[in-house]
């Protein structure tokens, strides 16, 4: 054996007497019931953690739900900006709201210009 696998066996072997020494309830309570005791307590946090993950998702629903109800707004005003913005265009490649256009689009068509 190496002087390495050695020390760790007199220590294992030194911790072993060290318990031996300690009262029955105390080797009871470590070796029987606190290992039960510590999946109970882990069991409760476990489930603590699982119903906050439940709440987040519950909300991660009602906020796209909200957003789906804003986006369907949002699609009636982007249609609304498209048809004003069209309406846009046409008036200014008319350009019937100019004067001075419309003389010089009268000439053109009269073949004066």
Partial sequence: MSPDQ???VVSFLSFIERISRWPFGLMLF???IGPWLLALILSYLQKKRFDSVVRMYESNVS???DYHSVASDLKDVVILNTQTITTL???IRQNEF???QR???KKV?????
């Fill in 109 to 113: 068509i009269k073949g004066v210009g």
């Fill in 89 to 91: 265009n046409d008036e």
């Fill in 63 to 65: 906020l796209v739900e």
């Fill in 103 to 105: 003389v010089n689009k």
């Fill in 6 to 8: 050695i020390s760790i």
């Fill in 98 to 100: 100019c004067p001075m």
């Fill in 30 to 32: 470590l070796f029987i």
